[in-house]
């Protein structure tokens, strides 16, 4: 990304801060994830899509997410500060980080984390738009390298990795909702290429339940097979 975008609208933080605010005091909520990842070189071109959906109790420190990509389906779980990605057939398992605590917790689920990103870049204001056929407002964003690498979340991600150094373009694009300032849907697409290669990623995700009861229960046998150098023959 030589260029750099051009200056934030005011209309587009004050929507962004508005929609921050709206999410502070959400204990749960519930999200939908789609990307689609379309890689060319040369004559080759290939397409990986990966779909999830998951929950989060925000009071109870909890996370639960589904991921599914090609043949697999990966489970992950947050409990407190520490994360449990499922490893793929055929180690089974689950790979164990920290979570950070640095930042409130909020921050380590896909809601927070996609405002964050918003709060980080250029935004800019677009008003009014359909989605699903209800009213939203759209806001845009042109976000940076380092504000991509340090948001991602690859257990979200079908563990794709995408290469900052090699990033031409990134835009992304929120969807809120009118009369709560809440988050309805995001979407974020990156283009990347190195030595003639290109790739394209768009994630979507899609925010519901706000505020519903959610109870998130994490299977015993998660912490009975872990690994804490990530998950055997991943990159």
Same mark, same amino acid.
């Given at each position: 990304?030589?260029?750099?975008?051009?200056?934030?609208?005011?209309?587009?933080?004050?929507?962004?801060?508005?929609?921050?605010?709206?999410?502070?005091?959400?204990?749960?909520?519930?999200?939908?994830?789609?990307?689609?990842?379309?890689?060319?070189?040369?004559?080759?071109?290939?397409?990986?899509?990966?779909?999830?959906?998951?929950?989060?109790?925000?009071?109870?420190?909890?996370?639960?997410?589904?991921?599914?990509?090609?043949?697999?389906?990966?489970?992950?779980?947050?409990?407190?500060?520490?994360?449990?990605?499922?490893?793929?057939? #055929?180690?089974?398992?689950?790979?164990?980080?920290?979570? $950070?605590?640095?930042?409130?917790? !909020? @921050? %380590? +689920?896909?809601?927070?984390?996609?405002?964050?990103?918003?709060?980080?870049?250029?935004?800019?204001?677009?008003?009014?738009?359909?989605?699903?056929?209800?009213?939203?407002?759209?806001?845009?964003?042109?976000?940076?390298?380092?504000?991509?690498?340090?948001?991602?979340?690859?257990?979200?991600?079908?563990?794709?990795?995408?290469?900052?150094?090699?990033?031409?373009?990134?835009?992304?694009?929120?969807?809120?909702?009118?009369?709560?300032?809440? #988050?309805?849907?995001?979407?974020?697409?990156?283009?990347? $290429?190195?030595?003639?290669?290109? !790739? @394209? %990623? +768009?994630?979507?995700?899609?925010?519901?339940?706000?505020?519903?009861?959610?109870?998130?229960?994490?299977?015993?046998?998660?912490?009975?097979?872990?690994?804490?150098?990530?998950?055997?023959?991943?990159?």
């Amino acid at each position: 990304m030589s260029d750099s975008p051009p200056p934030s609208d005011e209309r587009a933080v004050a929507a962004v801060e508005e929609a921050n605010r709206s999410i502070a005091p959400v204990e749960a909520y519930r999200f939908k994830m789609d990307m689609q990842v379309t890689a060319s070189d040369g004559d080759q071109s290939r397409t990986l899509s990966v779909d999830g959906s998951g929950a989060v109790n925000v009071s109870a420190k909890r996370m639960q997410a589904t991921t599914r990509m090609q043949d697999q389906t990966v489970k992950s779980y947050v409990d407190g500060y520490r994360a449990y990605q499922g490893c793929q057939d #055929p180690w089974g398992g689950y790979a164990v980080e920290n979570v $950070s605590r640095s930042e409130p917790w !909020a @921050t %380590a +689920t896909p809601l927070h984390r996609q405002v964050l990103l918003f709060e980080r870049s250029n935004v800019y204001w677009r008003g009014n738009a359909t989605l699903d056929g209800n009213r939203t407002v759209l806001v845009t964003a042109s976000p940076s390298a380092n504000t991509i690498e340090s948001l991602m979340d690859r257990r979200q991600a079908g563990d794709v990795a995408l290469d900052r150094g090699s990033l031409e373009n990134a835009t992304a694009r929120l969807w809120l909702d009118p009369d709560t300032n809440r #988050p309805v849907q995001s979407e974020l697409t990156i283009k990347i $290429s190195q030595r003639g290669a290109t !790739a @394209t %990623a +768009t994630i979507t995700a899609q925010y519901s339940g706000y505020g519903e009861p959610t109870a998130i229960s994490i299977p015993s046998e998660v912490s009975d097979d872990t690994y804490e150098l990530g998950c055997p023959g991943a990159s």
